[in-house]
Structure formats: C-alpha cells, structure tokens
C-alpha cells in the first residue's frame, strides 16, 4: 500500500503552491486547511475564511499558496469551484460528510487523520502553516514567527512566555518547520493516540510536551504564540494594529462560529477603512465594539 507522501498528485499540489519565507531561498512553505461537507456549503465557514484573505493586510499573496484539503467528494467538488489548489484526502470507509461535534468518534477521526497528513508533509520536506478554517486572518502572519523554533503553536491562553510549556496550546493553528526533528516529533505524536485512547490530538500533544527525555521530543525547539497576535475567542486580541488571526475557539456550533466570524470581518473593514491615524489606540471591544456575539453568550 502507498504511502500519502507517494501520492503524486498531493506531490504536484505542494510543488505548485510552495513559496520561500524570509531568510529561506527554496520555495519549501505552504499554507494548509482541512475542511469537510459541512465546512464548504454556501455561506459557510470556507466562505467566511477566504473572505478573510481577500481583505486582510498582506494576506491577499497568501492564498495563493493554501492548499485546502478536503475530506470528502462533496468538499473536494466545492473546493474547486472557489479555489484554484484543493487535494482530496479520502479515508476509505469512513464518513467525514458531517459537522464533527467535539469529541465525538468522527471528530477524533478527522483530527488524527489531519496529524497524521501533516507528517506526511514533513516528510516530504515541506514548511507548513495548518490552520483551522473557522480562523480569519487579518495579516500576514509570518513576521510574527520565531525564526528559532521547530514547532510553533496558537494558545487558548497564553501566560506571557512564548517557551512555557504550561501555556494552553490550541493546535488549529501551528507553524512547522520540516526537519528530522519535526519528523520525529510528528510521528510520536500520532502514535501516542494508542497511549491516551479517546483523547483528541491537542490533549495529546498537552501531555507530551513535557516528554524531554523521549527522543521524540527532545531537542525540538517549541514555542507557543502571544495570544497578543495570534488571538481566538477563549482570549481575544484587543489591538487590531497587531492582530494577526482570531480563532472561533471556546464556541460549538457552525452556525455560532460562521455569525461571530462575520462580525470579525465587519469590524476589520471598518478598522482598515479608518485613516492611519486614527487607527491607534481602537481596541477590540467584545461587549461593546460588535455585538452581538453568540460565541460570548
């Protein structure tokens, strides 16, 4: 049996889409999402996600290098009607078509099919950013990565140090860099999913963390990014000059998700259509800048 990286078309797709980041002259970087049947219908979540690359800063290069992989027939046929680079990620036998509710069996399908794809991509020498797609991007978010980290993750909560490993990790969104490090790190990981039976792949990654001494771990450079720019709904940014994304994070519910996502976009356009100088000191005001948000009730 092939393995995902003997694929040829998921070859063609990441060659075609790679481009090179500050400092790196091999073009080794693409941007990746997972989505399903659910996440792809008229005015849902995908809709709201690339919106969010057309009107952010700086993000409109961007999506010409995501990759959007769908999980079902149903996905990959909408992917192509919006976007120009879609790979179709099946798993025989099983039904990704619905909206996998936290936690339930198909919902810790999908999150280890998706660790599993990743070290695929490792392997076969590629950089990735994988976000969730119920994230809007308001900026270019490379800028604000650490040049000297392996692995580098968004938080639910942040506790002020990008290296404490005590910090609230929240794995839809993570900047990876491909090496025999990350390799190795990716591989442990999907495995230990037969350790921790029933976890999902954030618990998961919570509990090996710490794991200095496995060979798996140690060495690896790991940061965890400020929730000052890379924000969600458990921990919102509160300065639109820095933001970078907001995560529907601590929210169930496509359509919860999609309405609270779009007055994200409303208040990003309205800030971007203020004048420079008027930009400094707007704060994003949950309980009076947007209501309402259902996320928040």
């Not at 309405?259 to 203020?274: E, G, V």
Request: proline share 4%; hydrophobic share 35%.
């Amino acid at each position: 049996m092939k393995t995902q990286e003997e694929d040829p078309e998921l070859v063609r797709v990441l060659r075609s889409t790679a481009f090179a980041t500050a400092g790196r002259r091999s073009k080794s970087t693409v941007i990746l999402t997972m989505i399903n049947k659910a996440w792809v219908e008229r005015g849902s979540i995908v809709d709201v996600f690339l919106e969010g690359f057309s009107v952010g800063d700086g993000t409109q290069e961007l999506v010409k290098h995501l990759v959007i992989v769908a999980l079902d027939q149903k996905a990959y046929e909408r992917c192509q009607e919006i976007h120009p680079h879609c790979y179709a990620l099946t798993t025989p036998g099983v039904n990704f078509t619905g909206d996998a509710t936290f936690m339930t069996q198909e919902y810790l399908l999908v999150v280890w099919r998706r660790i599993d794809f990743l070290g695929s991509v490792l392997r076969l020498g590629y950089n990735f950013v994988s976000t969730d797609a119920d994230i809007v991007w308001f900026r270019n978010p490379f800028p604000r990565f650490h040049e000297d980290a392996d692995f580098q993750v968004s938080c639910d909560m942040h506790l002020g140090d990008d290296s404490n490993r005590d910090n609230l990790p929240n794995t839809g969104f993570t900047f990876v860099r491909s090496n025999p490090r990350t390799v190795r790190f990716y591989q442990h990981w999907y495995r230990s999913k037969d350790r921790f039976p029933g976890e999902h792949d954030q618990d998961v990654f919570n509990r090996i963390k710490f794991d200095d001494d496995d060979a798996a771990i140690g060495g690896l450079k790991m940061r965890f990014l400020d929730t000052a720019y890379f924000g969600g709904f458990c921990e919102p940014v509160k300065d639109l000059n820095v933001a970078c994304t907001m995560h529907a994070n601590c929210c169930v519910g496509l359509d919860t998700k999609v309405h609270d996502l779009r007055n994200l976009l409303r208040d990003w356009k309205r800030f971007s259509a203020l004048p420079p100088e008027s930009r400094n000191g707007v704060s994003f005001d949950w309980t009076g800048y947007s209501p309402p948000f259902r996320c928040r009730a």
